[in-house]
């Protein structure tokens, strides 16, 4: 069959359920409530991995037009199912995705690591921070944590691992490998949040902010990395020393990594034109999302972000780094621009439709009988929010499921909107370090073998905490600074 039945009649049942078998709470219009299982029952598909997260966003797209929750007219209703679509924040994503392609196809996602390594490979830790460090360059213009973490650093870890023969297969995983594997992982949250555009789902998180403070807290692609850079950057620092003390290689020095290294950089040659162009389209791109233009010659060279990654791409078409074919043939981004701008439609309009301001209300209630601040709010929330990501499989699922709630509820109890913003934006970044399944870059790696269940679930654990805390902490004295709040 072309999906699995056993998910499938699950999440109908779900949504079955939802609509007709559990009453409409007071306070909830029908409309609402029938989103809500539209959507739920949507999430749970999702999870189950019925279909491609694609192509069952085609489908809730379908019901949400052809059951009319949002408009009784089917014309209207129709517009309301694609009005997400327009989003320049979809395009963004999907934009940026096509343009990580040439990272991959001209090599200089390779070279960048390898150019690391070729420096810092003495010890095997200093590999840890070239492969970190390399993850970081790249993270800006790669949309898919995926495509970064398992498909640009993921070979060239494991190349580095069977050079010193260190493999499952020989039993010899500790000597470097396991190692190598745990920080080639656990870079990618940290630089999945330190960039709007290093991970799908942090648009979301900037579009469900806009709509949730009514547009006074606008998350640009310059605000969130300034805000994100010091947190970030500490947790990346400390990241490769504490997997060190709790899983440390049994090799130690690594000279061999080095000359490794070199003889790969030897064996791609000079840098190519192609190289350059891409490093030419990245440094622009950067200098563009930074709005550095504008901030020297005046607003009117203001650049949104979106038009940033048109630009970016066309660069790169033009001068036929990428064909259009390479860009068709980018099924990731295209699959993004779907599932992303059906998941968005449905979170609008459950705002839209008041049912975010009603569960958020409820829990504000229920929190206030604990009779806590809201600094005591935001920590449960907060801690409630990161861990409950042990029963998601998707952090896109996860985020859009919860995260305007869990937001509305903090801003009610008085948290500061854009404080408040940035902690829930972390969190959903740091929730990626738990399981072997919390993300897509996370069974990539998982998958090679170098790492056990148990020890992926320990160390997924005390990294967790070890985040939270850092980039909190290091963050709510940074962003005083910054007068967040």
Not at 204 to 209: I, R
Not at 256 to 261: E, G, L, T, V
Request: hydrophobic residues 55%.
């Amino acid at each position: 069959m072309p999906f699995k039945p056993i998910q499938a009649a699950i999440a109908i049942l779900v949504g079955l359920i939802i609509w007709f078998v559990i009453p409409v709470p007071n306070g909830v219009t029908p409309e609402a409530w029938h989103m809500l299982a539209l959507f739920i029952a949507t999430i749970v598909a999702i999870i189950g991995k019925v279909l491609p997260i694609g192509a069952i966003a085609i489908i809730a797209v379908m019901l949400v037009a052809l059951t009319g929750v949002t408009n009784d007219s089917p014309k209207d209703a129709i517009a309301d199912a694609l009005s997400s679509y327009s989003s320049p924040l979809i395009w963004l994503i999907g934009i940026a995705v096509m343009i990580s392609r040439g990272l991959i196809k001209t090599g200089l996602g390779r070279r960048i690591a390898y150019y690391f390594i070729s420096i810092f490979g003495k010890k095997t830790i200093g590999v840890a921070y070239s492969l970190s460090a390399a993850e970081l360059m790249i993270a800006p213009i790669t949309p898919s944590n995926t495509a970064r973490g398992g498909g640009i650093i993921h070979p060239i870890m494991l190349s580095i691992a069977q050079s010193f023969h260190s493999t499952p297969e020989e039993g010899t995983q500790n000597k470097i490998g396991r190692y190598l594997a745990m920080v080639n992982y656990h870079a990618n949250p940290i630089t999945s949040g330190m960039f709007i555009t290093a991970t799908a789902p942090n648009p979301l998180v900037v579009d469900l902010v806009n709509k949730a403070t009514g547009s006074e807290i606008q998350l640009s692609w310059t605000t969130w990395a300034v805000a994100m850079f010091i947190p970030g950057m500490l947790c990346l620092l400390l990241m490769p020393l504490v997997i060190y003390l709790i899983y440390p290689p049994d090799v130690k020095v690594t000279p061999d990594a080095k000359q490794f290294a070199k003889d790969n950089l030897s064996e791609m040659g000079q840098v190519s034109t192609q190289e350059k162009i891409m490093l030419g389209v990245f440094a622009l791109m950067l200098i563009l999302w930074a709005n550095i233009p504008a901030l020297i010659f005046g607003e009117q060279l203001s650049v949104d972000a979106t038009t940033t990654a048109f630009i970016g791409l066309t660069a790169l078409i033009l001068t036929g780094v990428l064909t259009w074919d390479d860009v068709l043939k980018e099924k990731s981004a295209w699959d993004t621009i779907v599932w992303f701008g059906a998941l968005i439609m449905m979170a609008s309009y459950l705002n839209k439709l008041g049912l975010v301001s009603w569960f958020s209300s409820n829990i504000e209630s229920m929190i206030g009988v604990i009779g806590v601040s809201w600094i005591g709010a935001v920590v449960i929330l907060t801690l409630v929010y990161l861990y409950i990501h042990y029963f998601f499989a998707s952090t896109t699922a996860h985020i859009t499921a919860l995260f305007a709630a869990f937001y509305a509820v903090g801003l009610s109890l008085g948290a500061p909107p854009m404080l408040y913003a940035l902690i829930l934006a972390a969190a959903g970044n740091i929730m990626m370090t738990l399981t072997h399944y919390a993300t897509g870059t996370a069974p990539v790696i998982f998958n090679s073998g170098y790492v056990t269940l148990g020890e992926w679930w320990i160390i997924g654990a005390i990294m967790s905490v070890v985040n939270l805390v850092v980039w909190i902490g290091a963050g709510l004295i940074w962003w005083k600074l910054l007068g967040y709040y």
